[in-house]
């Protein structure tokens, strides 16, 4: 993959940068002048209530949503429309989906293959063995060779997170990856995260988890029609939150 | 009754093996046909659902085409009119091939072409029915467009339609008799030659309906095998409620109601 617009030698320390960027669909503004900087190894948790942008937000940064305006760059690249940008961008960019998106038809083992093997270019057994060792990291190397639909949800989520590691990514964004879970099943999907993040993993997640974020999170970013209106690091945040938007959000989630 | 398909015909050979051959050519255009249509399906259904104008003017233009001009005119089009419209050398080239061919391949590319056009909208439509998901999540893994289509979207999509891909088959196995307009001795030909020859016409076209309807049970059957060998594990039938479950393998869901009464 060509490193298209990195030229400079130096590394900045934020791997994302997002300035001033824009998002309508239609008459409804979904990002509304946002500016974010997400630094290597940095764990940030998004949250605010439904329709405040957050996961248009994080779907922009690997360009599944394409930006109005602003500027949004990724490990050095800028994402225009330029195809070979993009996924370049993708492949240094891992994403969980709320609905998990496995693919069906493939098993457990493949689903985690396909990509490597299709776009790193790497070989069939060198595919296999990656997968395994990240599919025993989720606690699911005895699946390997099930379908998606032969698992539980959490089972599923799992082999989603398995799946997107297997690319190497250099930092995973979440979106509500455990919204979707029956109650009992979150707890292994969360377990799987927090293990990632203290690995250093770089993490941008929308959740809901505040038992989550507590534990991780660097700093929590909260966000309201298309607004960041707060950030701050999790204790201060929850402590003592200073929007009243905030503070009303904080009282419905945690009842 | 079929007593005088047994009996010795002018040209030596029985009236049973004139039957026959005109099956042959009956199963060669529909086998031929069909790899040609489906080819050619999947790759304008998916033109159908690009983003890309330039692959999906043409793929437009082509269903519209070839699914809205009856069949028997297609098939006069590309025996008759084809070879007067391409620069003379190549007319005079196809005037000369020889009996049986010369009316083959324009059949055969009829066939194909028209179903080809069907096809494309089956598997446009088994392509939208996929959850939006599928292609956001490989586009997350930096799939490319091609790659995308070729390992996640077109696999589940075909899988989506084999059930009404059957009636795709049968059409165009069915259709193979349109072949008789320009020549070719198919099924429908061959019975016509028995009936005149013997004045038996019950008996000529009897038994190429029940040919006939022999072959669209072998269509139904092995279709629904098809169905069952590429259905993903784990998942439900499609056409079956998840409760009636038949002993775990057998589905029978993509036969439509009339064929489980038969069996």
Known sequence: MPQATVSNATRPAEIVVVENVMKRFGAFTALNDVTLKVDRGEKIVLCGPSGSGKSTLIRCINHIEKHDAGRIIVDGVELTNRIADINSVRCEVGMVFQSFNLFPHLTVAENCMLAPIKVRGISQSEARDRALDLLRKVRIQDQADKYPAQLSGGQQQRVAIARALCMQPKIMLFDEPTSALDPEMVKEVLETMVELAKEGMTMVCVTHEMGFAREVADRVVFMDRGNIIEEAEPETFFRDPRTERAKAFLNQIIH | ?263
Request: hydrophobic content about 50%.
């Open chain 2, 1 to 263: 009754m079929f007593g005088v398909l047994f009996e010795q015909a002018a040209d030596g050979q029985r009236y049973i093996d004139w039957l026959l051959s005109g099956l042959g050519w009956t199963l060669a255009l529909a086998f031929f046909g069909w790899w040609i249509a489906f080819g050619i399906g999947i790759v304008v259904g998916v033109g159908r659902t690009v983003q890309n104008r330039f692959f999906a003017l043409p793929a437009r233009l082509y269903v519209e085409i070839f699914r809205n001009i009856p069949v028997l005119v297609q098939m006069f089009l590309w025996y008759f009119v084809f070879p007067e419209v391409v620069p003379s050398a190549i007319g005079d080239a196809i005037k000369q091939i020889p009996p049986p061919w010369a009316s083959f391949f324009p059949a055969l590319l009829c066939l194909g072409l028209y179903t080809a056009s069907r096809i494309a909208e089956q598997v446009r439509a088994g392509i939208e029915a996929l959850p939006k998901g599928q292609l956001e999540a490989a586009n997350a893994l930096g799939l490319s467009g091609y790659l995308t289509y070729r390992h996640v979207i077109v696999p589940q999509a075909l899988r989506l339609i084999v059930p009404s891909l059957t009636s795709e088959v049968m059409g165009i196995y069915k259709n193979t008799s349109v072949a008789l307009t320009i020549g070719l001795m198919e099924l429908t030909a061959q019975a016509r030659q028995i009936s005149e020859a013997t004045f038996q016409t019950f008996t000529a076209f009897g038994a190429a309906t029940i040919v006939y309807l022999c072959l669209a049970l072998i269509a139904y059957q092995a279709m629904a095998l098809i169905d069952r060998a590429v259905r993903i594990p784990g998942s439900a039938p499609a056409t079956l409620p998840a409760d009636q479950d038949l002993s775990g393998e057998v589905q029978q869901g993509a036969l439509p109601g009339a064929m489980e009464a038969a069996k």
